[in-house]
Nanobody, 113 residues
Framework: VQLQASGGGLAQAGGSLRLSCVAS????????MAWYRQAPGKQRELVAG??????SIYADSVKGRFTISGASINSLYLQMNSLSPEDTAVYYC?????????WGQGTLVTVSS
């Protein structure tokens, strides 16, 4: 499985970006996708995903500003609004497929104040 994330870049505080992730390869069974991010000097953290019922879940820091969506089993999006400098990080899409976890290469989001 390969994950390709895109859509990162430079944004001003208060601006918006939309991240995309496309998965390819042998995807069978139940796959769960999510967005993570890792800021400089910090651990990777979950930004948005779906619970076992398919409902979207968000980190407290992004609730009300970010929206996760998936058009199909192999695509994932993250609409990020009202960006702040604290959102600066490398954003990764993740796919959990059975016992295996796959990561994309990450896309850098930089928010200037």
């Amino acid at each position: 499985v390969q994950l390709q994330a895109s859509g990162g870049g430079l944004a001003q505080a208060g601006g918006s970006l939309r991240l995309s992730c496309v998965a390819s390869g042998r995807i069978f069974g139940s796959a769960h996708m999510a967005w993570y991010r890792q800021a400089p000097g910090k651990q990777r953290e979950l930004v948005a995903g779906f619970d076992s019922s398919g409902r979207s879940i968000y980190a407290d820091s992004v609730k009300g500003r970010f929206t996760i969506s998936g058009a199909s089993i192999n695509s994932l999006y993250l609409q990020m609004n009202s960006l702040s400098p604290e959102d600066t990080a490398v954003y990764y899409c993740n796919m959990q497929l059975g016992p295996s976890s796959f990561w994309g290469q990450g896309t850098l989001v930089t928010v200037s104040s």
